[in-house]
C-alpha cells in the first residue's frame, strides 16, 4: 500500500505564498505521474495540476494557470506545489495523488489525507 503524506499548508493572507510537499513511500513513485486536487465541504474535488513522471510535463486548471507550480524532485521521492498570489478562493484541503496526469479524480490509484490551506482576506 503506497502512502502519500502531504504537508506544509496553513494560514495565508491573501497575496501571499504557500508551498506543499507530497512524499511518498512507494518504490516506483520515480516513474508515476502525479498529481494535486483541491476541496471544499461545498464543492467536488477539483483538479489543480498534474506532472509527467519525468517532470517535464506539467498541466494547470484555468484557476490556478500563473499562479501554481508544480514540480518534482526524483531524489527526495516527493512532487511539490508552490502557490503564490494566493486568493481567498483557493482554501481547500488539498490532496495529493498518484497514477496519472487526468484532470479526473478517478484516474489516480493512490491519494494522501490532505492539508489545510486557508487564505484570509
Known amino acids: 500500500q503506497v502512502q502519500l503524506a502531504e504537508s506544509g499548508g496553513g494560514l495565508v493572507q491573501a497575496g501571499g505564498s504557500l508551498r506543499l510537499s507530497c512524499t511518498s513511500s512507494?518504490?516506483?513513485?520515480?516513474?508515476?505521474?502525479m498529481g494535486w486536487f483541491r476541496q471544499t465541504p461545498e464543492k467536488e474535488r477539483e483538479f489543480v495540476a498534474s506532472?509527467?513522471?519525468?517532470?517535464?510535463?506539467?498541466y494547470y486548471s484555468d484557476s490556478v494557470k500563473g499562479r501554481f507550480t508544480i514540480s518534482r524532485d526524483m531524489a527526495q521521492r516527493a512532487v511539490f506545489l508552490q502557490m503564490n498570489s494566493l486568493k481567498p478562493d483557493d482554501t481547500a484541503v488539498y490532496y495529493c495523488?498518484?497514477?496519472?496526469?487526468?484532470?479526473?479524480?478517478?484516474?489516480?490509484?493512490?491519494w494522501g489525507q490532505g492539508t489545510q490551506v486557508t487564505v484570509s482576506s
Open positions: 506532472i509527467d513522471w519525468s517532470g517535464k510535463s506539467t
Open positions: 512507494g518504490q516506483f513513485f520515480n516513474s508515476l505521474p
Open positions: 495523488a498518484q497514477g496519472s496526469v487526468a484532470t479526473t479524480s478517478q484516474s489516480y490509484s493512490d
